[in-house]
């Protein structure tokens, strides 16, 4: 999940800022380019290694993919995912 987010972050900040926003490869320089509400979030999806900590941090991670898909869905006027919260759902289950 975490392999993904750079590509997620390029996503969002190009559809809130537009295809002129220098956005570097990978993650690079994210404090630069990526929306300030989003960089005050990602320390949060970051765990420390024991089961308790591990769980806050995925669902941490997985809100902040729903915020920032359903942003990008909405500027782009594409429609959310149909099996979303079925995901949410089984992996909170877990």
Avoid at 22 to 48: C, H, K, N, Q
Avoid at 61 to 68: D, Q
Avoid at 69 to 84: F, G, T
Wanted: proline residues 5%.
């Amino acid at each position: 999940l975490k392999a993904c987010l750079p590509t997620m972050l390029e996503w969002h900040a190009s559809a809130i800022y537009g295809p002129d926003r220098d956005i570097w490869y990978e993650g690079r320089f994210v404090a630069d380019w990526v929306d300030p509400r989003v960089l005050s979030d990602l320390p949060g999806t970051f765990a420390a290694y024991d089961r308790a900590d591990l769980k806050r941090g995925l669902v941490a991670t997985l809100a902040l993919y729903r915020r920032l898909a359903d942003e990008i869905a909405a500027l782009m006027n594409y429609s959310r995912l149909p099996k979303e919260e079925q995901i949410a759902a089984w992996i909170n289950k877990l």
